[in-house]
């Protein structure tokens, strides 16, 4: 520990903080541009300069460790004219865009000069002009307003692992470009756009569409994956404006996707916003009532076994607690969450979550990916990965292995093999990679959705159980099993049992029923992954917030709400409850899913017992207990589930789950600016792959 004075007020650091930290613990405020908590120190912009008793200049307090018996002044007359003198040269080549600049309002450079700033300057020359890069669809680049600052280098380098960026020339020449021109391609890009500290990388889809004080934030959660990334929804009226990462160090930090960023747009493309029915081959509007109608009709001639339902990936556990009690109500024990074929058992919750937490990555000192890509199934997983991977050195090296197709996860690993095999080989000590699962004492498996849509999926489970035990993963307080999800609303599903009941068939069973006319009605709760073509005569029922496939298959359209438009719980991969909050009403006629299936089963003849929204929570709660711990994590014990069959692994290569990031769902595969990213970004990645 280190001991030192502030402005005349002792305090106590732990050994390698900064000044400038030290200052923070005492809300002390220190005026930064280059300084980023996340980021590696620069110490190049010189605005936190502060006054230390043995130092005969001023020091950069963000690069200057704090030691024991220093003193610090960071209000001294030397340092306020030393602060002037940064801020005047600083504003020399900055133009005078404030009024047309999409960072007015919440820019760093003009915030420091109001505090900080001299309030006119004594430098008549002519501003230097930087001329436009580009750097893709997503940011907006305007250098001319760069101050330097080399955040944007250093996220690239570091946290995003694509080091595309970097500065040209030296002194008034310097300029920060992308290499050759070309479009940034990394997954987490846009979040250059909240470090900037002024107005030089801004939003390109939001530029020019709403100053920060116009905007109603609304504090949510992301769907886009099974991460649950905290967002901010700015709004206005009933139209998105942009989203913005929300700080949560255990899921998230301070970073979002670009996908969670920019697919918004989406919302407003190809949205139900009216019941419809299928008359003559057409879908015609119609009304509430005459849709119910319409489905009774329909369902009352059909016993519950010629009944299914089928839940989307971003249904929230609301509608699939409603859409669970009706189908048991109607005596139908097919109903299935996994609508990717995925063969998940939810005997036991440590087999399908992620154990050790995200934030466990950090102290992991082995990591095990067995058929997974987590750059794009969760990025911001694979950027925890990535900040583990740079704080290893001969004390805390972090091993990692793959097994599965190679890919460029942004740091090097160890490729194991792609066929189901490797596992077995680890299993009975035979591969090389067991002397270093041996030797671990912090080790970490993920298993992603690659394995477990095949034929050995159960078997394939197992063996990573079994290597698990075998391994030491599994300790007092370690649980190193873990399974990275990629559908928002798959934890949630398991835990609520949407899935077969006694005697029920699964997705792939419901579509071999439904093409053999076994199966005479299914519902599809934002299901649009399945293939509709196997579907045969049977009457769907399609409740979703996109025309998308489902809408486009229905006989019935009930148009939901999207997760901006309701008050809804998701559980992330960890099994993490969370609730999103709603930002702007649905468009025209729709509604809340778990209400509009609600008004159905009274219509059906079978309503459920609940009316508000604190009664379905109750009901969620009555179901399973985790949610009763919103927000929270509950450890669940280990326990192995056996396999009940032979094994027989696949001699099948592993394949995949997600071959194009920005298209995955209805919202993106409708947001313009996704589309911009599929045509443009591939077409130039020429990246080589870590063994």
């Given at each position: 520990?280190?001991k030192?004075?502030i402005n005349?007020?002792d305090v106590t650091?732990e050994?390698?903080?900064?000044v400038l ?6 809300g002390?405020?220190?005026?930064i541009?280059c300084?980023?908590?996340k980021l590696?120190i620069?110490?190049?912009?010189r605005?936190?300069?502060?006054e230390?008793?043995s130092s005969?200049?001023?020091?950069a307090?963000?690069s200057?460790p ?5 003193v610090?002044?960071t209000?001294?007359p030397?340092?306020t004219?030393?602060?002037e003198?940064?801020?005047e ?6 133009p005078?865009?404030?009024?047309i ?7 760093d450079?003009?915030d ?5 700033g001299r309030g006119?300057?004594r ?13 893709g ?10 101050i330097?600052c080399t ?13 595309e960026?970097a500065?040209?020339?030296r002194g008034?020449n310097m ?6 021109g070309k ?9 250059m756009?909240d ?5 030089a990388?801004?939003?390109?889809p939001y530029?020019?569409h ?10 949510t959660i992301d769907?886009?994956d099974a991460v649950?990334s ?10 998105i404006?942009?989203?913005?990462p929300?700080?949560n160090?255990e899921i998230n930090e ?8 920019f697919?918004?747009?989406?919302l407003?493309q190809q949205?139900l ?7 003559n081959g057409k879908?015609i509007p119609?009304t509430w009532?005459n849709?119910?109608t319409?489905?009774?009709?329909n ?7 010629e009944?299914?339902?089928l839940?989307g990936?971003?249904?929230?556990c609301e509608?699939?607690?409603a ?5 048991i ?6 109903l299935?969450?996994?609508q990717d ?11 399908y979550i992620f154990?050790?937490t995200?934030?466990g990555?950090?102290k992991a000192?082995?990591?095990l990916?067995?058929?997974?890509n987590?750059?794009y ?6 950027a925890r990965i ?8 001969l004390?805390h ?11 460029d ?5 160890e490729h194991?093999?792609?066929?189901a095999?490797?596992?077995r080989?680890?299993i ?8 270093k699962?041996?030797?671990a004492?912090?080790?970490v498996?993920?298993l992603?959705q690659g394995?477990?849509?095949r034929?050995?999926s ?5 063996l ?8 030491n993963?599994i300790q007092?307080?370690?649980?190193g099993?873990?399974v990275?999800?990629t559908a928002a609303?798959r934890v949630?599903g398991?835990?609520?049992g949407?899935?077969?009941?006694k005697g029920?068939?699964d ?5 071999g ?5 076994k199966?005479?009605?299914l519902y599809?709760?934002g299901?649009d992954?399945?293939?509709m073509?196997?579907l045969g ?10 025309g ?6 229905a006989d ?5 709400a ?9 559980v992330?991969t960890e099994g993490r409850p969370?609730r999103?909050t709603?930002?702007i009403l649905p468009p025209?006629?729709?509604?809340e ?8 089963s009274?219509v059906?003849?079978h ?7 604190e ?8 179901v399973n ?5 919103i927000?929270k994590i509950t450890p ?5 589930i056996?396999?009940?069959t032979?094994?027989?692994l696949?001699?099948l ?8 990031f920005y298209?995955t769902?209805?919202i993106?595969r409708h947001?313009?600016?996704?589309a911009h990213?599929t ?13």
């Open positions: 520990m280190q030192l004075t005349g007020i650091v050994d390698g903080t900064t930290q030290a200052c923070e613990t005492l002390i405020e220190i005026p541009f300084y980023h908590p590696s620069a110490g190049n912009c605005m936190c300069l502060v230390v008793e005969s200049k001023p020091v307090s963000c200057m704090a030691t024991n018996g220093m610090v002044k209000n001294t030397l340092i004219h030393a602060r003198g940064v801020l040269l600083l504003l020399i080549n900055h005078l865009d404030c009024p600049c999409d960072q007015g309002g919440e820019c450079l003009q420091i000069t109001l505090k900080y006119q300057s430098f008549s020359l002519n501003k230097r002009a930087v001329k436009d890069k580009t750097m669809p997503l940011i907006k680049p305007i250098m001319t307003r760069c330097h955040r944007c280098i250093r996220f690239a380098n570091e946290i995003a692992g694509v080091p960026m500065a040209l020339g008034e300029e920060i470009t992308t290499y050759l479009a940034l391609t990394s997954e987490l890009s846009g979040n756009i470090i900037c500290p002024v107005g990388l801004t939003n390109k530029a020019f709403g100053r920060p004080w116009e905007l109603t934030k609304t504090e769907v886009f649950g905290n967002i901010r929804v700015d709004s206005v009226g009933r139209e404006m942009r989203i913005l929300r700080l160090e301070e970073w979002i996707s670009d996908k969670t960023r697919a918004y747009d989406g407003k949205r916003d009216q019941p419809y029915i299928r008359q879908l119609t009532e849709a119910f319409f489905i009774k009709k369902l009352d001639s059909l016993s519950g076994k009944i299914a339902a839940a990936d971003q249904a929230d509608s699939m607690m859409l669970k009690d009706l189908m109500s109607l005596e139908s024990p097919h299935d969450c996994r074929g995925t063969h998940w058992d939810n005997r036991n919750r440590s087999a154990n050790t995200i934030a990555i950090e000192d082995l990591i990916l067995i058929v997974t987590p750059r199934e969760a990025p911001l997983i694979n990535r900040k583990r991977y740079l704080k290893s050195g004390t090296k972090l091993e990692i292995g793959m097994i599965g197709p190679k890919s996860l942004t740091y090097p690993y194991l093999g792609e066929y095999k490797t596992i080989e680890i009975d000590g035979k591969h090389p990679f067991c002397k699962l041996k030797a004492k912090k080790p498996l993920i992603g394995a477990m849509n034929r050995d159960l078997e394939i489970l197992y990573c159980q079994k290597i698990s035990e075998e391994y993963f007092k307080d370690w649980n099993f873990n990275l999800h609303a949630g398991l835990d609520l949407f899935l077969p009941q029920g068939l997705t792939a069973g419901i579509l029923a439904a093409h053999n006319g199966i005479k009605a599809l709760l299901a992954e399945i293939p073509n196997e005569n049977t009457f769907v029922i399609y409740q979703g917030h996109h998308d496939k489902g809408a486009h298959r019935v359209i009930l148009p939901g999207a997760y901006t438009e309701k008050s809804a719980t998701y992330n969370q999103t709603q930002a025209g006629q729709a509604k899913d778990w209400r509009i299936i609600r008004a159905l009274e059906l003849g309503s459920l017992p609940y009316a508000t929204g009664d379905i929570q109750r009901r969620l709660i009555e207990i985790h949610f009763k711990n927000d669940s014990p280990w326990e192995i056996p396999l009940g032979p094994e027989t696949s001699q290569a592993f394949q995949l789950p997600i071959t194009n298209c769902d209805p993106s947001s313009t600016t996704m990213c045509a443009l970004l591939p077409k130039q990645e020429q990246k080589e792959q870590y063994e």
